[in-house]
């Protein structure tokens, strides 16, 4: 399969702890987008990514946030003392020069769940 | 600043009768719109999009949609439900920065046997 693969599936933590989730864009990508979406609601846009350089933070990614692309490949992100509001589903998505479209293919999403 | 408006939060029709979900978008330019879906435990997929080419655009599964500058809006049209569409439908406009695409809220669709 060559499309978005995100790991780990599901992650259940208990308040304050860390996390990390990982996001493998389809190879030829050179952008990377990270969004949550909370139940009954569209995705949000948290960050994005050409190539290693992150270009792009919306105001929702708070300082408890980190994001990282080291080798303009993979994508990790870390949430650190986690809350119960960070309970969501955290979605990658990846594109590439395609025409003017950019158009973003989704990976399955991490569901985390916050105890 | 660009947003989308799904005017229905669920719709519900039968297998064999025709869908339409409705979007209104807001854009100070041209914008390039796209419908996504989502099943349930599964990642979003794309149908359709538009990029200021045709102003109808087919997507995916039958699908389709219609650019109408005038109405600011793009809904989306199926001729014939299947049980298989039962999702969660998603319009969305590309931000102008085209960093980034914004979500409307979702419109969740059910088809009734």
């Known amino acids: 399969d060559t499309g978005v693969s995100q790991d780990p599936r599901h992650k259940i933590t208990k308040r304050g702890q860390n996390v990390t989730f990982r996001c493998d864009p389809i190879?030829?990508?050179?952008?990377l987008y990270w969004y949550r979406q909370t139940l009954g609601q569209g995705p949000e846009f948290l960050t994005y990514?050409?190539?290693?350089?992150?270009?792009?933070k919306s105001r929702l990614l708070s300082d408890r946030f980190s994001a990282e692309r080291p080798k303009g490949s993979f994508s990790t992100l870390e949430i650190q003392r986690t809350e119960q509001g960070d309970s969501a589903m955290y979605l990658c998505?990846?594109?590439?020069?395609?025409?003017?479209?950019?158009?973003?293919?989704f990976g399955p999403g991490t569901r985390l769940t916050v105890t | 600043a660009q947003s989308v408006t799904q005017l229905d939060s669920h719709v519900s029709v039968s297998e064999g009768t025709p869908v339409l979900l409705r979007c209104n978008y807001s854009?100070?330019?041209?914008?390039?719109l796209f419908w996504y879906v989502q099943h349930p435990n599964k990642g979003l997929q794309l149908l359709l999009k538009?990029?200021?080419?045709?102003?109808l655009v087919k997507g995916i599964n039958g699908f389709e949609a219609e650019f109408k500058k005038s109405e600011t809006s793009f809904h989306l049209t199926k001729p014939s439900a299947h049980m298989s569409d039962a999702a969660e439908y998603f319009c969305?406009?590309?931000?102008?920065?085209?960093?980034?695409?914004?979500f409307g809220s979702g419109t969740r669709l059910s088809i009734r046997p």
């Open positions: 538009y990029t200021s080419a045709a102003t």
């Open positions: 990514f050409q190539n290693e350089a992150q270009l792009e």
């Open positions: 998505a990846s594109s590439g020069r395609q025409g003017v479209s950019y158009e973003q293919y």
């Open positions: 969305v406009v590309r931000d102008s920065s085209a960093s980034k695409i914004i």
């Open positions: 190879s030829e990508h050179n952008r």
């Open positions: 854009s100070s330019y041209s914008p390039s």
